[in-house]
């Protein structure tokens, strides 16, 4: 059963343009949504998380749009750069032991 | 540097054989969690630990045996049970605030393929 829906699959972005990562959510339960960035052949590093309180939240290049109503929540990251090509992982949890993660969005940033 | 070790990072298994992850964490968090990564699929959760001595099963358990007998460690046994173990495994730890969410911090994975 799949809770979270990330979307798209793969997407290419030329060096300073804005790549785009959509996700939606089932369970209104979940409160906390991290999302991952995913080197090959390493483990996901926490890259930005918000909680549905706030309607965004802004890290350096990295921002997280949240829209409750909609149960959707996207990631942007401006001017991007080659360095950020990685595979970019959504999640949902409520509580500790209840995550759920998208299937992952691959981000080819061109020079 | 305090983090999260996995090893091996490849291990092969021969049919029939059991075969044993390692995960050793010095972050001091009470949480321990063993994710199963495959191709174009998001991490499924196999097993998690919340405190030594207890762990639950996850979405994907069968075929998996985990032990907790220290809090720093939480090896992940693939057995003859598994039938398709092809697959990246990661583990995560994470430290229970008081909002109940804290972010997991996952290891460098194991690549366990079939022989």
């Known amino acids: 059963q799949q809770q979270v829906k990330q979307s798209p699959q793969s997407l290419i972005v030329q060096k300073g343009g804005i790549s785009i990562i959509n996700c939606a959510y089932e369970?209104?339960?979940?409160?906390?949504f991290p999302w991952y960035q995913q080197f090959p052949g390493k483990g996901p590093a926490l890259l930005i998380a918000?909680?549905?309180?706030?309607s965004e939240k802004k890290e350096g290049r990295f921002t997280i749009s949240f829209n409750k109503s909609a149960k959707q929540f996207s990631l942007h990251i401006m001017d991007s750069q080659p360095g950020d090509s990685a595979t970019y992982f959504c999640a949902a949890s409520r509580g500790n032991n209840d995550m759920r993660f998208g299937a992952g969005t691959r981000l080819t940033v061109k020079p | 540097d305090g983090g999260i070790t996995q090893s091996p990072k490849y291990l092969f298994r021969k049919e029939g054989q059991n075969v044993t992850l390692s995960c050793e964490q010095n972050l001091n968090h009470d949480a321990m969690y063993w994710y199963r990564q495959d191709p174009g699929q998001g991490l499924r959760l196999i097993y998690y630990?919340?405190?030594?001595?207890?762990?639950q099963k996850g979405d994907i358990a069968e075929g998996y045996s985990v032990s907790r007998e220290k809090k720093e460690s939480f090896p992940l046994t693939v057995t003859s049970a598994q039938k398709n173990p092809t697959a990246f495994y990661l583990c995560?730890?994470?430290?229970?605030?008081?909002?109940?969410?804290?972010?997991?911090?996952f290891g460098d994975g194991t690549r366990l393929s079939i022989l």
């Open positions: 918000i909680r549905p309180d706030v």
């Open positions: 630990s919340q405190i030594v001595n207890d762990f």
């Open positions: 369970n209104t339960a979940f409160d906390y």
């Open positions: 995560a730890s994470s430290m229970k605030g008081v909002w109940g969410n804290q972010p997991q911090h």
